[in-house]
């Protein structure tokens, strides 16, 4: 039984397609990317998921029935743009949100205070949400689509608004909650907590999937074809188009994307001839140069 499962769903707003014919499923247990450039039709598509939009054509399934309003109760939804009442304090906040899942007040409040303190917002719980910071709201809606410890959690551009040290405390409660048992469903522009988190991904753009699947096995169709060099001296190597598709440097280090059919052996042995190399390494690609070449290929 999948977690959720979407079957050719399409929306429409008046003549603009939002989602075209979109298919997948999300196994329960897992941690899967719903990925996509601005406009590409990954909020509407969770928007259907939870009923707050109907699509126009297609079946959702959630936790292996259709889906029905029943099951908003077993869902953790955090959208993208903030859903706070800025003129509450925290903790009621809180408290609402839980009741509204179904929560006794005395539940509501200890669930509340045990994420504050967990998420080091302890000290705020009777400051207004106007007077945190970006980081510190998207604290409070976080917590606010766990308080009722639901099986499926979704979360659209869960990162947003936080520095690096606070988006490494959010990543670790999503991976404790996924060693739980929930599902995930992360819709993300950080290419680079998506494929270190995700088990599958479906890369989306213009409404339709361009890519489907486990992660790991999408990336082996692209083959070992770039070369993270390191290096001292003479650079012309790079600017070899028989061996050189495309290149990235970083400064301290390049990133090669091997032409069609090249030998990674002949590009070693023609940067060795004029430059000292510390490092000469065969990788698969990133997730985000996957996600440049999908959707570039896909808008051209």
């Known amino acids: 039984m999948n977690a959720v499962e979407l079957r050719n769903v399409c929306k429409k707003y008046d003549e603009f397609v939002a989602v075209d014919s979109l298919s997948f499923a999300i196994p329960p247990g897992k941690v899967y990317g719903l990925l996509g450039p601005n406009g590409a039709g990954k909020t509407s598509t969770l928007r259907m998921m939870i009923g707050i939009i109907i699509p126009d054509a297609g079946d959702i399934s959630v936790l292996g029935e259709p889906f029905r309003r029943a099951h908003t109760e077993q869902i953790g939804y955090l959208p993208e743009e903030r859903g706070l009442y800025r003129k509450m304090k925290v903790l009621d906040h809180l408290m609402f949100f839980?009741?509204?899942?179904?929560?006794?007040?005395?539940?509501?409040?200890?669930?509340?205070?045990?994420?504050?303190?967990?998420?080091e917002l302890s000290k705020w719980t009777g400051k207004k949400v106007e007077e945190?910071?970006?980081?510190?709201?998207?604290?409070?809606?976080?917590?606010?689509?766990?308080?009722?410890?639901?099986?499926?959690?979704?979360?659209?551009?869960?990162?947003?608004?936080?520095?690096?040290?606070?988006?490494?405390?959010?990543?670790?409660?999503?991976?404790?909650?996924k060693k739980a048992g929930k599902t995930l469903l992360l819709s993300t522009h950080r290419m680079d907590q998506a494929e270190r988190m995700c088990d599958s991904i479906c890369l989306i753009n213009r409404g339709r999937s361009l890519l489907e699947g486990d992660l790991r096995q999408i990336k082996s169709r692209f083959g070992m074809r770039n070369v993270q060099i390191k290096y001292e001296g003479d650079s012309r190597f790079l600017h070899e188009p028989r061996l050189v598709q495309s290149f990235n440097d970083y400064g301290n280090y390049v990133e090669v994307r091997l032409a069609p059919e090249a030998d990674p052996q002949e590009l070693l042995h023609l940067a060795a001839s004029g430059a000292r190399l510390s490092r000469f390494e065969l990788m698969e690609p990133s997730l985000e140069e996957i996600f440049l070449d999908a959707v570039g290929k896909s808008n051209a």
């Open 132 to 177: 945190l910071s970006k980081g510190m709201q998207q604290k409070v809606q976080f917590i606010g689509a766990l308080l009722h410890e639901p099986q499926l959690i979704i979360m659209d551009e869960p990162f947003s608004g936080l520095d690096p040290s606070n988006a490494i405390v959010l990543k670790d409660v999503l991976l404790e909650l």
């Open 98 to 119: 839980a009741e509204l899942k179904g929560l006794s007040r005395a539940e509501a409040k200890k669930r509340a205070l045990q994420w504050c303190e967990r998420l």
